[in-house]
């Protein structure tokens, strides 16, 4: 939180707040992009180790 709050030191409240809005929405964007990512990942691999199976 201290890397976010660095360059909007000298702010008024209102700008505060809106600074502190768009940078938490970026962050939870990306977060939850990098967890979709993860989850389709996970179940791609999940769907190969059945097709490996099916295979023996």
């Known amino acids: ?6 360059s909007v030191r000298a702010l008024p ?3 505060l707040v809106k600074a502190t809005y768009y940078r938490l929405n970026t962050y939870f964007t990306e977060h939850f992009r990098m967890v ?3 989850d389709r990942a996970e179940t791609f691999f999940e769907v190969m180790k059945r097709q ?3 295979i023996d």
Do not use: A, C, G, L
Request: no cysteine.
């Open 13 to 15: 409240i209102t700008d």
């Open 1 to 6: 939180m201290n890397t976010m709050f660095k």
């Open 36 to 38: 979709v990512r993860f």
């Open 52 to 54: 490996d199976h099916s």
